[in-house]
């Protein structure tokens, strides 16, 4: 979630991100570094736009039927739903990736996409674009990701003002995707 966060900060008064966790608080990451959640999942205003992240703690809540039930209800509003990484296991297992094509990291990838079933999985793909929903691959491709929803939101020159800010090299191309190749998956 960090790479696609430090872009819409940089358009604050487009965007507002409002972190979640099972309660509000420090909520451990997988870099060992605690990411502050603003609010409880249960507590979660509905939101314009849904960015699942991924990372280990996707494994468990793939399972966890009571967050997969929340998470449907309440990104069912959103104008766009979104993940980084295996953040797309956790939607596909939730059924908010059914009828769509979608994306995760390649080196999760069949972890990412044995979950839940009726989506059209894209194994070469920084990231995939499909209606309203937009979905990437690792860490880096999260970015470029979101780079890409800020231009289509609000244009290229927004979207390029905030590359610029944190010093962004964006790959532009969503089938620019070396490792697929490199993980064994075309």
Same mark, same amino acid.
């Given at each position: 979630m960090f790479g696609?966060?430090?872009?819409? =900060?940089?358009?604050?008064?487009?965007?507002?991100?409002?972190?979640l &966790?099972?309660?509000? #608080?420090?909520? /451990?990451? $997988?870099?060992?570094?605690?990411?502050?959640a603003d609010a409880a999942w249960a507590d979660a205003g509905r939101p314009d736009i849904v960015l699942v992240p991924g990372g280990m703690g996707t494994r468990g809540l793939v399972s966890d039927d009571a967050f997969l039930a929340w998470l449907r209800?309440?990104?069912?509003?959103?104008?766009?739903?979104? =993940?980084?990484?295996?953040?797309?296991?956790?939607?596909?297992?939730? &059924?908010?990736?059914? #009828?769509?094509? /979608?994306? $995760?990291?390649?080196?999760?990838?069949?972890?990412a996409s044995g979950q839940g079933t009726g989506v059209e999985w894209v194994a070469e793909a920084r990231w995939v674009h499909d209606r309203d929903r937009w979905t990437s691959s690792g860490v880096?491709?999260?970015t470029d990701m979101a780079f890409a929803l800020l231009a289509d939101l609000f244009g290229e020159?927004?979207?390029q003002e905030a590359a610029d800010g944190i010093e962004l090299e964006?790959?532009?191309?969503?089938?620019?995707?070396?490792?697929?190749?490199?993980n064994g998956l075309v």
């Amino acid at each position: 979630m960090f790479g696609p966060v430090e872009l819409f =900060s940089r358009v604050a008064d487009r965007l507002t991100v409002t972190s979640l &966790g099972p309660a509000a #608080g420090p909520v /451990a990451s $997988s870099q060992g570094a605690a990411v502050v959640a603003d609010a409880a999942w249960a507590d979660a205003g509905r939101p314009d736009i849904v960015l699942v992240p991924g990372g280990m703690g996707t494994r468990g809540l793939v399972s966890d039927d009571a967050f997969l039930a929340w998470l449907r209800d309440w990104a069912a509003g959103a104008a766009l739903v979104t =993940s980084v990484c295996t953040g797309s296991g956790v939607l596909s297992a939730a &059924g908010l990736l059914d #009828g769509y094509r /979608a994306t $995760s990291n390649k080196r999760a990838f069949a972890w990412a996409s044995g979950q839940g079933t009726g989506v059209e999985w894209v194994a070469e793909a920084r990231w995939v674009h499909d209606r309203d929903r937009w979905t990437s691959s690792g860490v880096a491709a999260g970015t470029d990701m979101a780079f890409a929803l800020l231009a289509d939101l609000f244009g290229e020159a927004v979207a390029q003002e905030a590359a610029d800010g944190i010093e962004l090299e964006v790959q532009r191309d969503p089938a620019h995707d070396r490792f697929a190749a490199l993980n064994g998956l075309v």
